[in-house]
């Protein structure tokens, strides 16, 4: 990969309280923001206003796939940018439409809508199944606790996480949670209504929990029986993140162990797990765009036509824009064998982070994901970590890394997630690895 620096801003300014009182004064309060205020970035770091860099294993909640400043994708955005950044979807269009053909390619034979968000692909998902179910009055969806589904009203309807639902109440209808990984869960949970399954094949917000192989392998087949849609949200765990294009492909790979051909067995319509295994529609953003905001959500061929000329739409989704630059992501990806990448620095942080976990247990309980979607389960009541009642230990711990120069994702209070760019190199990876040792060595002297 080609490196670029960025030119340092010509004066280095402490701008750290003037830019922080510009929100306090004119942005809505709605996140619990760190004290970082960021200005530039190049590949697997990022700088802040006072000069400070951060090897950023965040990768702004797995969206920058390639890293800060690729400059494959500024070109990307250049280029198309000269010819045509945006068309109504009245029109046609090559880039979405080699786009569409790209991700079909990559899941099976169905066809893609575009958006420009998560929540907004998981809406385009929700209203499929509504329109599958509608002529039969079924309408509901079943969704799993501690899932995360997006912060529209019927996103957090559809979220397993009451933080999520509490002041918006009533919640939108038609949406019911049962335990993750529980296939009895679901059986029980289905009803004349039922219209759709929606999971995570790893749960992301809820702190980086995989689904098991033979769960999946029986969802679908339960779904099957049922005539329900199976969908499954890829927003976060997609994308190559796991080594592969998505996260059920990866955990219904044939290594994955003796559950597979286990339940493999016991499915009466001898479907083998990984290559035939299909979900009926699945959520995609965060890293499709790299950064430039895209959403967008796949649908299985028998279904592919449900949503009719007339019954959804997005003025900006799928812009000639944002498919340049997706298509151009997805081609840094094959050319530089990134999901390879992915799998091997995962592997490698993955062995780490539970190496760290048995030398530090006072303060890590052990490491779970697959891939670069990495959880890292702190133990419960760290020695030394900074006090601050209105903080999650997961929060506090962010920021003990922060000083150290190191960005991670808090999730589920005891949850540090690392979800770096698939381009991460070993250094890198070996410097957060060191990072995180110093700082939990500190903690447990
Ligand atoms: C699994 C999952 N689904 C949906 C969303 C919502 O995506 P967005 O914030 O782009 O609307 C997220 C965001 O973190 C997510 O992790």
Same mark, same amino acid.
């Given at each position: ?67 800060? =400043? ?35 390619? /990559? ?5 893609? &809508? ?18 599958? !179910? ?13 899932? &995360? ?7 957090? =309807? ?24 529980? #296939? ?32 999946? /392998? ?125 799998? !091997? ?26 891939? #670069? ?29 922060? =000083?150290?120069?190191? /960005? ?38």
């Amino acid at each position: 990969m080609k490196e670029i620096v960025p030119a340092p801003p010509p004066v280095v300014r402490n701008d750290v309280a003037a830019v922080q009182k510009l929100f306090q004064q004119h942005v809505v309060p709605s996140y619990g923001r760190f004290d970082l205020v960021l200005s530039h970035g190049s590949g697997s770091y990022v700088s802040d206003v006072t000069g400070r860099r951060y090897l950023d294993l965040g990768g702004g909640i797995a969206v920058s796939a390639l890293g800060h =400043a690729h400059p494959a994708i500024t070109e990307a955005l250049i280029e198309q940018s000269r010819k045509l950044i945006h068309t109504s979807n009245f029109y046609f269009h090559e880039p979405q439409g080699r786009l569409a053909q790209a991700l079909c390619g /990559l899941l099976g034979p169905g066809k893609c &809508f575009f958006c420009n968000s998560g929540g907004e692909a998981n809406e385009g998902l929700f209203k499929l199944a509504r329109k599958f !179910g509608h002529e039969e009055g079924r309408f509901e969806v079943i969704t799993t606790t501690n899932s &995360f589904h997006g912060r529209t009203l019927a996103g957090i =309807a559809a979220t397993g996480q009451e933080k999520v639902k509490k002041g918006f109440e009533p919640m939108v209808s038609g949406f019911r949670q049962v335990p993750y990984n529980d #296939l009895d869960a679901v059986k029980e949970a289905i009803s004349p209504a039922t219209a759709a399954v929606l999971i995570e094949c790893i749960q992301g917000e809820g702190g980086v929990s995989p689904a098991r192989p033979e769960y999946l /392998l029986r969802l679908r087949r339960l779904c099957d029986e049922k005539r329900i849609l199976l969908l499954m949200d890829g927003v976060q765990d997609g994308h190559f993140r796991t080594g592969r294009f998505q996260a059920f492909q990866r955990i219904l790979e044939p290594q994955s162990g003796a559950e597979i051909t286990a339940a493999h067995n016991s499915k009466s319509n001898g479907a083998s797990g990984a290559p035939d295994f299909l979900p009926d529609g699945l959520s995609m953003a965060k890293s499709l765009g790299g950064g430039f905001p895209m959403g967008a959500f796949w649908v299985r061929g028998p279904y592919a036509d449900l949503l009719g000329p007339g019954t959804h739409g997005s003025t900006y989704g799928g812009s000639p824009l944002a498919c340049a630059v997706a298509l151009k992501i997805l081609e840094v990806i094959q050319r530089e064998r990134l999901a390879d990448n992915a799998r !091997g620095m995962g592997e490698y942080l993955k062995t780490g982070l539970t190496r760290l976990a048995q030398t530090y247990p006072r303060v890590f309980r052990g490491a779970r994901g697959l891939g #670069l979607m990495l959880g890292l389960e702190l133990a419960p009541d760290i020695p030394n970590l900074p006090e601050d009642p209105s903080r999650t230990q997961a929060v506090r711990f962010a920021r003990l890394l922060h =000083a150290a120069g190191v /960005l991670t994702i808090p999730a589920s209070g005891q949850v540090l997630r690392l979800l770096p760019p698939l381009n991460l190199r070993h250094s890198e990876a070996e410097e957060g690895l060191a990072t995180l040792e110093a700082v939990a060595a500190k903690l447990a002297a």
